[in-house]
């Protein structure tokens, strides 16, 4: 029945998020990384570039390189809040847009048509849900999840749950689904919610360039510039371009995992706003004293 169902949805439109979401749909590490298991479903399906190497050559999410906002280990042992979740997807530098059920402009209606204008788009944003289980006459309690196809004429969300090892892709009527939201968390005396998440720049799509909110290569950043660098500026040639230069040559690699090129954001840059922008920075003191200084130091590279 669950496949005619979706036969339906697909005819209708409705399943179109299903495409990406199962390209990249995986089981949890563990019991209580469902959170994770889903954001990582959801970062890689939305071709978010972690800026760190996973393994060989590829730069790739998976559940132990998100590690901002709280550590895995404590996830692993309780769980992790809405707040701290939502805190770890801006951490990676996604766009949400969350709703918690008890809000009081929240209601089943609104859930249902977002779900339904979610599901219909086949890239670019992807809708997850924080609900309780028992709501759902499920066994645990606390769940993500997201959202996979909408079926209209029934009212029925498909719910692609990255604990495969109790429970299978399923479809959930969406007022159960919402009642399951709406459930105080007796950890936070609130409800849970939804929320929308879609790749997030700093930048217009007008920039060059935007930085990235990748909380582990800021804390390595942050390093550098309490440790390393004094050391590197009091080794210096005491001359504004011997400290510049110790200070560009001295840089982290890990600062280009921060630097989102104007190659990747939305939107077209012309050619003439690009060689303008390198023109603007040619004429600054700052380049003029790194040309200089490379000259000077023919042996040596940036």
């Known amino acids: 029945e669950g496949r005619a169902i979706f036969q339906e949805a697909l005819g209708d439109g409705t399943s179109e998020a299903f495409f990406p979401l199962i390209e990249q749909f995986r089981t949890q590490d563990e019991p209580a990384f469902c959170g994770l298991g889903t954001l990582v479903m959801v ?5 978010v570039d972690p800026g760190v190497v996973w393994k060989g050559p ?8 998100l590690d901002c906002c709280k550590d895995p280990k404590e996830i692993a042992k309780d769980g992790i809040e809405w707040e701290e979740w939502l805190c770890l997807a801006r951490c990676q530098g996604l766009a949400t847009k969350p709703v918690r059920a008890d809000e009081t402009t929240a209601t089943l209606q609104s859930f249902e048509a977002q779900i339904a204008s979610s599901c219909s788009k086949a890239a670019g944003e992807v809708l997850v849900v924080s609900y309780s289980r028992k709501g759902v006459g499920q066994s645990g309690d606390g769940h993500f999840s997201p959202i996979g196809a909408y079926h209209r004429g029934r009212s029925l969300a498909l719910v692609l749950d990255t604990a495969r ?5 399923h479809w959930l009527p969406v007022s159960a689904l919402w009642d399951a939201i709406r459930m ?12 929308l998440l879609a790749r997030g720049h700093a930048a217009a799509p007008s920039s060059c360039c935007s930085l990235k909110l990748t909380w582990s290569t800021w804390l390595t950043l942050n390093s550098w510039i309490s440790i390393d660098l004094p050391k590197l500026i009091a080794s210096a040639e005491p001359t504004a371009e011997g400290e510049l230069w110790a200070f560009v040559r001295g840089l982290p ?5 921060l630097i989102q090129s104007f190659s990747e954001l ?6 003439f706003g690009y060689k303008q922008v390198l023109q603007e920075l040619h004429s600054t003191q ?16 940036l």
């Not at 970062?43 to 071709?47: I, K, R, T, Y």
């Not at 730069?59 to 132990?64: A, L, M």
């Not at 690699?253 to 995992?257: E, F, I, K, N």
């Open 43 to 47: 970062l890689n399906s939305l071709g």
């Open 286 to 301: 700052t380049f003029t004293l790194l040309s200089g200084a490379s000259q000077k130091r023919a042996g040596q590279s």
């Open 58 to 65: 590829w730069r790739w999410y998976h559940e132990r390189s």
């Open 165 to 169: 090892f109790k429970y299978p892709p």
């Open 184 to 195: 105080t968390n007796p950890g936070t005396g609130r409800s849970r919610g939804y929320v």
């Open 266 to 271: 939305p939107g077209e840059i012309s050619d």
């Open 253 to 257: 690699a890990a600062l280009a995992a």
